[in-house]
Every structure is written in structure tokens, then in C-alpha cells.
């Protein structure tokens, strides 16, 4: 059973930054063959759960119109990590950002909040 799990959210004021990590289990990323994508999602209150920026097995990275410029997505395939790192942080951001990853995204992990205050 493969699982994903998130860290590195937590309060930060506008303008500030985080980077968020998550670290999946089974040697999805380094075992080259599985072609593992990776994404991250978030959530805000009352929103749908929207696409923030995915990553595919060979480094070509996506963007939400509203994150582009400030997010960069990357990946470790040695770690098995897929990380986010976000500046110029908004109180629009505010959320909870959760990783997806597999051959298909058929793997989620359980989020991390993140709450940018003005």
C-alpha cells in the first residue's frame, strides 16, 4: 500500500514563503519504470478541491493560472519526495494543499493546512 505524506504547511504572513514536501512510500519516484507523476492540490473553505501544479515523469511541470510566477513544483526521484515551493504567498492561498501522485494520480495524500494571514 503506498502512501503519500505531506508536511511543511503552517501559518505564514503575505508575502512569506513555504515549501511543502511530500514523501511517498514504495519507491514510486525511483523506480523509474512506474512513470510517476506527481501534483499538488488544495482546498479552501467551502471551494472545490482545485489543481495547483502537477509534474510528470519527466520534469514537465503545469501551473494554475494563479500560481504562476510564484510556485515551483520539482521532484527528488532518489527521495521519492515531490515538493512545492511557494513565495510571494497570498491570503488567497490560504488552504489545505494535499500531494497526488502514481501513474494515473491514483494516489492522495492527507493534506497539510496552509494559512496565509494579511
Known amino acids: 500500500q503506498v502512501q503519500l505524506v505531506e508536511s511543511g504547511g503552517g501559518l505564514v504572513q503575505a508575502g512569506g514563503s513555504l515549501r511543502l514536501s511530500c514523501v511517498a512510500s514504495?519507491?514510486?519516484?525511483?523506480?523509474?519504470?512506474?512513470?510517476?507523476?506527481g501534483a499538488w492540490y488544495r482546498q479552501a473553505p467551502g471551494k472545490q478541491r482545485e489543481l495547483v501544479a502537477d509534474?510528470?515523469?519527466?520534469?514537465?511541470?503545469s501551473y494554475a493560472d494563479s500560481v504562476k510566477g510564484r510556485f515551483t513544483i520539482s521532484r527528488d526521484n532518489a527521495k521519492n519526495t515531490v515538493y512545492l515551493q511557494m513565495n510571494s504567498l497570498k491570503p488567497e492561498d490560504t488552504g489545505v494543499y494535499y500531494c497526488r501522485a502514481g501513474q494515473y494520480g491514483q494516489y492522495w495524500g492527507q493534506g497539510t493546512q496552509v494559512t496565509v494571514s494579511s
Open positions: 514504495g519507491n514510486i519516484f525511483s523506480r523509474i519504470s512506474l512513470n510517476t507523476m
Open positions: 509534474i510528470t515523469s519527466d520534469g514537465s511541470t
